[in-house]
Nanobody
Framework: QVQPVESGGGSVQAGGSLRLSCLLR????????LGWFRQAPGKEREGVAT??????????ASSVLGRFTISQPRDNHRNEVLLQMNSLKPEDTATYYC????????????????????WGQGTQVTVSS
């Protein structure tokens, strides 16, 4: 069973950086959609960034474009996805979730909401002002 496992969350001051990691069991992720989502208290879950592992194409929410980078380590079997978060803002505070959904692919990219995917338990990111 696919079960993403997130790590790397924590507390940081505004302007700081964090890197989140998501590991998946096995190694059959050569052509699939991986993504990061977040949910703040009282708000709906929103897509943050996605990557199509077959070509490395990425999608970002406008609120994180230029600050966050989704990637996969070059030496792995595509079973890990990273989210580098720079210039963090208090409004980035949320629980961050990793997800995989093969059905989210469309015309070279992967798009939220990953409704048919598998989700991790989440990792908390807190940004103080």
């Amino acid at each position: 069973q696919v079960q993403p496992v997130e790590s790397g969350g924590g507390s940081v001051q505004a302007g700081g950086s964090l890197r989140l990691s998501c590991l998946l069991r096995g190694n059959d992720y050569a052509s699939t959609c991986l993504g990061w989502f977040r949910q703040a208290p009282g708000k709906e879950r929103e897509g943050v960034a996605t990557i199509y592992t077959g070509e490395g194409t990425t999608w970002y929410a406008s609120s994180v474009l230029g600050r966050f980078t989704i990637s996969q380590p070059r030496d792995n079997h595509r079973n890990e996805v990273l989210l580098q978060m720079n210039s963090l803002k208090p409004e980035d505070t949320a629980t961050y979730y990793c997800a995989i959904d093969r059905g989210a692919y469309s015309a070279g990219y992967c798009y939220p909401p990953f409704d048919s995917g598998y989700w991790g338990q989440g990792t908390q990111v807190t940004v103080s002002s």
